[in-house]
């Protein structure tokens, strides 16, 4: 496929994302994804951030594997959790669960910062690479257990969890900026939901579930396992 036909299968996506943002109305509490989310959806190459017998799959909405018994996320999923996560322009994000970097790139444009910690130092190389050739220079990549997300740089803005542990891991809890917010599916492998983390300036959180989703299990504290992104 050439640039010209990615460009067209990219709006299709987005055109997916936007029927399938309707139909999931009733459980995300919209009906439509705000305008950058869906602009930058709309631009980022997808098909650079899979394995290459894969690019001419590259743009339908589903998720796709990227070897290691990992995939990478449904185009829908990343539109929606980067947008309840409501990032602004000048945000620090942190990232768990690199996979090939499109969940990356996707908040790169978004936010100021990325830092991204992905467990499986093969799939983080390959991020690496990847987002470099897309010449992307505020991402930060680390190869770690994300249950303990980046001590490093916190506190964040927002933080991005793309594997699901069955409770919300505390560092976490404790990396999140007053005023931000936490996107990250939790719960046993086969009654999973996307959760929205709020923590107010007083440090108040509060948990907002929205629909089922099925990710790769976060291990805990003696491994963890990083999924799509």
């Known amino acids: 496929m050439n640039a010209d036909v990615y460009a067209a299968a990219r709006q299709q996506m987005v055109a997916a ?54 995939t990478i996320s449904q185009p829908f999923i990343v539109a929606l959790m980067s947008d309840l996560l409501a990032i602004d322009a000048g945000d620090s994000v942190l990232e768990i669960g690199t996979g090939l970097g499109y969940q990356a790139a996707v908040l790169a444009e978004l936010a100021r910062k990325v830092y991204s910690v992905e467990i499986l130092e093969e799939l983080a190389e390959q991020a690496k690479q990847r987002l470099r050739r897309q010449k992307y220079t505020n991402i930060e990549l680390k190869v770690g257990n994300g249950y303990y997300g980046w001590p490093e740089h916190a506190p964040y803005d927002k933080i991005i969890v793309t594997a699901a542990p069955d409770l919300i891991p505390p560092p976490l809890f404790d990396q999140l900026k007053p005023g931000g917010k936490m996107v990250i599916p939790a719960g046993l492998a086969d009654a999973q939901r996307l959760v929205l983390v709020e923590k107010d300036v007083d440090g108040v959180l509060t948990a907002t579930e929205s629909l089922p989703v099925r990710f790769t299990q976060l291990e805990g504290t003696e491994s963890g396992s990083s999924s799509a992104s």
């Open 17 to 70: 994302i936007t029927a399938d943002t309707v139909f999931a109305c009733a459980s995300i509490g919209k009906a439509a994804l705000g305008e950058r989310v869906m602009a930058t959806l709309g631009k980022v190459p997808r098909h650079e951030f899979v394995p290459v017998e894969l690019q001419p799959f590259a743009y339908a909405n589903v998720p796709l594997p990227i070897g290691f018994g990992k």
